[in-house]
């Protein structure tokens, strides 16, 4: 693992020691197991346990700070014998994925791209968190992950992560995550289009451009894309125009590199992301209808709407669903287009039960297109 603390450490040092504990009937821990023993050299090991262990032998190793598990039946028995003597420990699955290199983009506190990273971390792969402010990502350092700068705006910071990734890793990458991203809320008419050209060069050019300079470590190692792409590329919400588009670009692009890459031996992942809790809405919250807007008549109910009012309840926590996406992302067989996320599935059944415009009228109620209509016939009878 390096210099740094072996991924799988709890931060709080050791007072009594760890515990292993390996299911052999499992068959899944003879190379965790062993990489793992490897790199809690430095710990002080306090017993192994070969079988499925009985409350016997927890009362015979006695105190532990840490326990290291391979198999889910252990897991299991040892949660209750842990409960039964109100212990308190560390308990961590014994990772599977150790020597799996990940790279995240935008991995800011609070959003995707840090849940993502913590959930590699924990299966044992090694994560470079990145992000384009070093100190959004301090959090990831202090746990043992590698951080490093990286705005997908920049070529020369592109090129200088893939340097240093490249150093570390012999010139390989296993998983390259395409995450960052920003939102704009508006109504298409009004939109500032330098400010979509911006969100563009973020969410989709962004992606192009570290994909292609990750490339070559991604072939070398026949390695993963995952892309995190947004119910937003299928499901036209009302006044998130410019960000729908981008998202369906994305997921056209994903779709198209997927077929382009297959031959080199790279798979590329799609991640129609539903609603996940994150600094995503805050980030562009205050979003307003102009007063000279042809939308001013409904100005507070789509400004309601476009603040994410109306969706707030499907939102989901960002850890749950960065640990589906990890776990999918990790099978032998991933699948290629993923619905994670609040809402996500139920998009996904509208979007093959019904015609391409069902949405005209799902989503009139819920963001306000009934209630502007409304408004704008009261207005030109009063104009009358
Ligand atoms: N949250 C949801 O419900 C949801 C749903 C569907 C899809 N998504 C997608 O999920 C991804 C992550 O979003 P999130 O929800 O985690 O939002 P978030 O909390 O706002 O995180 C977005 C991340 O992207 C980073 N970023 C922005 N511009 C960048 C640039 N030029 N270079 C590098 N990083 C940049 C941000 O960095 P700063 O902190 O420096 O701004 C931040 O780390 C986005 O692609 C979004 O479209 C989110």
Request: hydrophobic content about 45%; overall charge positive; proline content about 4%.
């Amino acid at each position: 693992m390096g210099s740094s603390r072996a991924s799988y450490l709890p931060s709080t040092p050791f007072r009594f020691g760890c515990l292993i504990c390996l299911d052999n009937q499992t068959g899944t821990n003879s190379a965790s197991s062993s990489s793992a023993l490897a790199d809690l050299k430095a710990c002080p090991l306090r017993s192994v346990l070969p079988q499925q262990p009985c409350g016997a032998q927890v009362d015979a190793v006695g105190p532990v700070d840490c326990i290291y598990n391979s198999g889910v039946r252990n897991a299991t028995v040892l949660l209750g014998e842990l409960l039964h003597r109100n212990m308190q420990c560390h308990f961590l699955n014994m990772p599977t994925n150790s020597g799996k290199t990940v790279l995240i983009t935008g991995c800011s506190a609070g959003g995707i791209g840090s849940a993502l990273a913590q959930a590699f971390h924990d299966q044992g792969c090694r994560v470079f968190a990145t992000a384009r402010a070093l100190p959004k990502i301090a959090h990831l350092r202090d746990m043992g992950i590698d951080v490093l700068q990286l705005d997908v705006e920049d070529a020369a910071s592109i090129a200088s992560a893939v340097d240093r990734v490249g150093v570390a890793t012999e010139g390989t990458l296993d998983l390259l995550v395409n995450n960052a991203g920003l939102g704009q809320s508006g109504p298409i008419i009004d939109s500032n289009l330098a400010d979509s050209r911006k969100m563009f060069e973020v969410n989709f050019f962004g992606r192009v451009a570290t994909t292609q300079a990750f490339a070559p470590l991604l072939i070398k190692a026949k390695g993963t894309i995952v892309n995190i792409g947004s119910i937003a590329g299928v499901c036209p919400q009302p006044w998130k125009g410019m960000y729908n588009a981008s998202s369906a670009a994305v997921h056209q692009w994903s779709d198209t590199l997927r077929i382009e890459l297959e031959p080199f031996g790279v798979r590329v992942v799609l991640v129609v992301t539903g609603a996940v809790r994150t600094n995503f809405l805050t980030n562009q919250a205050g979003a307003k209808v102009a007063s000279d807007s042809i939308y001013a008549p409904a100005k507070e109910s789509i400004e309601s709407a476009m603040n994410g009012k109306s969706v707030d309840k499907n939102f989901v926590d960002a850890h749950g669903y960065a640990r589906e996406v990890v776990a999918n992302v990790l099978r032998k067989h991933p699948v290629k287009r993923h619905w994670a996320g609040g809402v996500a599935r139920l998009i996904w059944a509208v979007s093959v039960a019904l015609w391409a415009t069902a949405w005209d009228f799902l989503l009139a109620e819920q963001f306000a297109i009934n209630e502007l209509r409304k408004r704008l016939a009261l207005k030109n009878v009063a104009e009358q």
